[in-house]
């Protein structure tokens, strides 16, 4: 089966740092995803981590333990526009599965 | 680039019809296509995964029948609400992905209200 789990809500100033998480527990494991999600709106893809580690890229950085089966997104240099839900996924070739989401709110 | 496309971006039909969506990837070819449902404050269900030119594959508690799928093309998947009921609004969202890639990239979705 498949069960992740993120906190729903996260309150971050701009300009500032902020860490979400996501812990997961899933069968046939191929890789960690993490997608942005505006409201209305479809997910846009940020990451996809399948060895432990650290993938940086830009202001977004995505980290995996897969013996701990947990990941985080790193978030620098908050700005407003990065307020959003933002989701983390785990699965494999055929099938993910999404967790709720992790809406951010990023205040001045 | 990955763009996926969907149309429309909005439909309002009456209970008892039936509505096509069109999902299509646009600068590539996606040989596998997942079709989502999304209620407002909970996560992207899947409901099925279809790969071209075979039959798609639908999650427990989707009805086939209710919920068509057809990925005739490397480029193109519908997905048609037959015999739409209230209860059947809700966002949907399709993605797709490339051979022997796991990311997948998602269309805009399409809200559907069926009153």
């Known amino acids: 089966g498949q069960n992740i789990d993120q906190p729903t809500e996260m309150t971050a100033t701009e300009g500032a740092i902020v860490q979400i998480n996501c812990t997961y527990q899933t069968s046939g494991f191929n890789g960690l995803f993490w997608y942005q999600q505006h409201a209305g709106e479809a997910p846009t893809f940020l990451s996809y981590?399948?060895?432990?580690g650290l993938e940086e890229k830009g202001r977004f950085s995505s980290f995996l333990s897969r013996s701990k089966g947990y990941s985080y997104l790193l978030l620098k240099e908050l700005q407003m526009k990065d307020s959003a839900s933002y989701l983390c996924c785990s699965g494999g070739y055929q099938k993910v599965t999404f967790g709720i989401g992790t809406k951010l709110q990023v205040i001045p | 680039g990955a763009v996926v496309s969907q149309h429309p971006s909005r439909v309002i039909c009456k209970s008892g019809t039936s509505v096509k969506i069109e999902c299509r990837s646009l600068?590539?070819?996606?040989?596998?296509m997942f079709w989502y449902r999304q209620f407002p404050k909970q996560s992207l269900m899947l409901m099925a995964t279809s790969n071209e030119g075979s039959k798609a594959t639908y999650e427990q508690g989707v009805e086939k029948d209710k919920f068509l799928i057809n990925h005739a093309s490397l480029t193109l998947s519908t997905l048609t609400v037959t015999s739409a009921h209230p209860e059947d609004s809700s966002f949907y969202i399709c993605?797709?992905?490339?051979?022997?890639?796991?990311?997948?990239?998602f269309g805009p979705g399409t809200r559907l209200t069926v009153t």
């Open positions: 993605s797709a992905r490339r051979s022997l890639a796991y990311e997948q990239y």
């Open positions: 981590n399948v060895l432990d």
């Open positions: 600068d590539f070819q996606a040989t596998t």
